[in-house]
Every structure is written in structure tokens, then in C-alpha cells.
């Protein structure tokens, strides 16, 4: 016996998802090591552009939590983190690949000038796949969200409909 169409469609969707956040916690730890490899200690722009991973990491962890639990509330938080996130990696993205040079500077790294813009090119491209990463997890996170709606409705509406012509009068009732 296999799956059905829709659930095979819903498992494929799942897996993409989850396979998706582990690609942002990837690329976001990577990115922190980037960052962290000019500088030991970072300067102000360094701990902000680690916090900026972090916070993809959690939104990330909190996208694998949604899917299995099925909560509202941290449905609601991954999509807040997810677009906060996605904003500012694709920020971070065009800053980093405008004023290298600048960016640097704020960075203070010990990395030699050419070495360090190398390196930062490589945390500037992770961040641009990041960026695509958060609206892909977006976009199935909202078809999942979606799929269990449409799936709840099915399976809720023909008991609903019995419980509620209970409530009814005799003359309404069919």
C-alpha cells in the first residue's frame, strides 16, 4: 500500500523543509567560523553579524519545531525570524559585496587585506544563499501550514457538522 497522492505530496513537502533548515544551520555555522577566522575576538560589526547567524539558527531550529509540533506560536515565531532574518542576510549580502573595503574596517581583522576580503566574499556568498534559503523555508513553511489546515478541515468537518445539529431545534434539523 503506498501514499496517497496528497500525503506523498505532503511528506515530499516536509522533507524539503526540513532538508532546507539544516542547509540554513550549515550555512549560518559556517558563516559564524568565517567571521570569527578574521578575527578572534570580533569588533562591534563582527558580533552583530554573528548575532545575525545565531538568530538564523534559532529561527531554524524553531522552523523544525513548528513542523513537528504543529503549535501557533512557534509557527509564528519562525515566520517573524525567518523574514527579519531573511532581510538582513540579503543586507549583510549586498554590504559585504559593495564596500568590502569598508566592511573590513569595521571588522578590524589581524587577516591580511586580501586574504580577509577573500574570506569575507565567501561569508557574503553563504549569505546570499541564506537569503534564498529563508523565503524557499518560507514558502513551504506556508503550504505546510497550508496542507495541515486543509487536512484538519477534511477530517474535523463532517463531525463538526454532526455536533453542531444537535444545537439546532427540532423543525431545523435534516
Not at 132 to 153: C, I, K, P, Q, S
Request: glycine share 6%.
Amino acid at each position: 500500500m503506498g501514499l496517497s497522492s496528497d500525503a506523498q505530496s505532503h511528506y515530499k513537502t516536509h522533507k524539503l523543509f526540513l532538508i532546507s533548515n539544516y542547509i540554513l544551520l550549515g550555512a549560518a555555522s559556517s558563516c559564524i567560523f568565517l567571521t570569527l577566522s578574521l578575527r578572534l575576538l570580533p569588533s562591534v560589526a563582527g558580533g552583530l553579524l554573528v548575532l545575525l547567524h545565531i538568530i538564523t539558527i534559532a529561527g531554524a531550529i524553531s522552523g523544525c519545531n513548528a513542523v513537528s509540533a504543529g503549535s501557533s506560536k512557534w509557527y509564528a515565531a519562525h515566520m517573524v525570524a525567518a523574514v527579519l532574518t531573511a532581510i538582513f542576510q540579503g543586507s549583510v549580502s549586498v554590504l559585504i559585496f559593495t564596500t568590502t573595503s569598508n566592511f573590513l574596517a569595521a571588522l578590524k581583522s589581524y587577516v591580511r587585506e586580501d586574504d580577509a576580503a577573500v574570506i569575507l566574499k565567501m561569508a557574503g556568498g553563504l549569505c546570499v544563499l541564506m537569503f534564498f534559503m529563508e523565503w524557499l523555508v518560507l514558502t513551504l513553511a506556508f503550504f505546510l501550514r497550508y496542507y495541515a489546515f486543509v487536512d484538519g478541515n477534511r477530517t474535523t468537518g463532517k463531525v463538526q457538522a454532526e455536533d453542531d445539529s444537535k444545537w439546532w431545534a427540532t423543525p431545523f434539523q435534516v
